[in-house]
């Protein structure tokens, strides 16, 4: 996986994108508000049970929520990153190279998710 070079090539495209300092923030106090609030209402509900396995109950919860948005998102970007692929015409030049395609689909997977 480190010698990928679909992988390579993503991540530092990634890494060369900017976003305006506003759209950070704006994003960053979203994703802090909201776990914030998700973070609340799981000890409120720890706190007020008084049964011994609410902790494990919720741990359980965060697991299977976890894995099904992994399970539905990762999905629908490996699909956006194969179109961006076509519409710069690269995909064709991705095809013919050496790597397989489960090398080209998790170098893409990966390097969306790193980020």
């Known amino acids: 996986m480190i010698n990928n070079p679909v992988l390579h090539k993503e991540l530092l495209m990634r890494a060369r ?62 699909a956006n990153a194969i179109s961006q692929e076509r519409e710069q015409q690269t995909w064709e030049m991705l095809l013919h190279s050496r790597l397989r395609p489960s090398e080209i689909i998790m170098g893409k997977l990966v390097a969306r998710l790193a980020i």
């Open 17 to 78: 994108m900017r976003q305006p300092l506003p759209v950070k923030i704006a994003v960053a106090l979203l994703s802090v508000s909201i776990l914030g609030w998700l973070y609340w209402m799981a000890f409120s509900w720890i706190y007020s049970d008084t049964d011994p396995t609410a902790a494990r109950s919720i741990w359980q919860i965060t697991m299977c929520l976890q894995f099904l948005l992994i399970g539905l998102i990762a999905p629908s970007i490996a």
